[in-house]
């Protein structure tokens, strides 16, 4: 598979840490120039800072992509933040903050970035939503309510711009077993019980890893997909589909 994207380039938001590093690893491992975009200082060498939430910076983020490369072909919008609680938990300037990083910064990130994709043969979007857009999740309301908007934005993406030449996708994880999830649980009285319990949620038995949301991107991305588009791809240990009996 090494050199499918040569000569591509992308940028993935949030790219800094987590899933983000992940698939900005594997894109570049099969040959895309890869810029990262992040509100976080990073020290990799393409990092482009960017608050996806402020329309002038994710403007100038992807101008100084283009300035640097002279072309842009992919984007992943993994940028997100999360959030805990029911309707009754979450005051309004939560949910402005996490539905404007969530979903209209994948929004403005996308349109932003609209003008160069069009000029690419290989134009691909590939956007981060999550199980919890179409699966009931405990004190989830908020964060779910936005993966939510991020499946239909796909969806509506997708339909809006494959007439340009340009694929939209999704990828659905379930739970990935990254250092912020290692962090959270070290606030549990019993961290590993707390951690065999996200393990069991899957009926693989255990957590999906930042590297296999990475594969899945990359063939979304890949011009080998040409024809994959509006579609959302779930890698989610059987979450969403399979009801396993338990253990005896």
Same mark, same amino acid.
């Given at each position: 598979?090494?050199?499918?994207?040569?000569?591509?380039?992308?940028?993935?938001?949030?790219?800094?840490?987590?899933? *983000?590093?992940?698939?900005?690893?594997?894109?570049?491992?099969?040959?895309? =120039?890869?810029?990262?975009?992040?509100?976080?200082?990073?020290?990799?060498?393409?990092?482009?800072?960017?608050?996806?939430?402020?329309? =002038?910076?994710?403007?100038?983020?992807?101008?100084?992509?283009?300035?640097?490369?002279?072309?842009?072909?992919?984007?992943?919008?993994?940028?997100?933040?999360?959030?805990?609680?029911?309707?009754?938990?979450?005051?309004?300037?939560?949910?402005?903050?996490?539905?404007?990083?969530?979903?209209?910064?994948?929004?403005?990130?996308?349109?932003?970035?609209?003008?160069?994709?069009?000029?690419?043969?290989?134009?691909?979007?590939?956007?981060?939503?999550?199980?919890?857009?179409?699966?009931?999740?405990?004190?989830?309301?908020?964060?779910?309510?936005?993966?939510?908007?991020?499946?239909?934005?796909?969806?509506?993406?997708? =339909?809006?711009?494959?007439?340009? *030449?340009?694929?939209?996708?999704?990828?659905?994880?379930?739970?990935?077993?990254?250092?912020?999830?290692?962090?959270?649980?070290?606030?549990?009285?019993?961290?590993?019980?707390?951690?065999?319990?996200?393990?069991?949620?899957?009926?693989?038995?255990?957590?999906?890893?930042?590297?296999?949301?990475?594969?899945?991107?990359?063939?979304?991305?890949?011009?080998?997909?040409?024809?994959?588009?509006?579609?959302?791809?779930?890698?989610? &240990? &059987?979450?969403?589909?399979?009801?396993?009996?338990?253990?005896?």
């Amino acid at each position: 598979m090494t050199g499918e994207f040569e000569g591509l380039v992308g940028l993935v938001t949030g790219g800094a840490s987590g899933i *983000g590093a992940a698939i900005v690893a594997e894109l570049r491992a099969r040959g895309a =120039t890869v810029a990262v975009l992040d509100v976080e200082h990073s020290p990799d060498a393409d990092h482009v800072a960017c608050d996806v939430t402020d329309r =002038t910076q994710v403007e100038a983020a992807v101008r100084a992509v283009l300035d640097r490369h002279g072309r842009l072909d992919i984007v992943v919008n993994n940028a997100g933040i999360s959030a805990v609680g029911t309707v009754e938990e979450n005051d309004d300037d939560e949910w402005r903050r996490v539905l404007d990083v969530n979903v209209v910064g994948m929004a403005r990130v996308s349109a932003a970035a609209l003008p160069a994709l069009r000029r690419s043969p290989a134009a691909a979007i590939v956007n981060l939503c999550s199980i919890a857009a179409l699966n009931g999740l405990p004190q989830r309301a908020l964060y779910s309510a936005s993966k939510g908007a991020v499946l239909a934005l796909t969806y509506a993406m997708a =339909t809006d711009h494959v007439r340009e *030449g340009i694929r939209v996708n999704a990828v659905s994880p379930g739970t990935v077993h990254t250092a912020f999830v290692d962090r959270m649980l070290r606030g549990f009285d019993d961290p590993e019980g707390e951690r065999a319990a996200l393990d069991a949620r899957q009926a693989t038995g255990r957590m999906v890893t930042p590297e296999e949301v990475a594969t899945a991107v990359a063939y979304l991305a890949s011009p080998r997909s040409g024809s994959t588009t509006g579609t959302a791809l779930e890698v989610d &240990g &059987g979450v969403t589909h399979l009801r396993v009996r338990p253990r005896p």
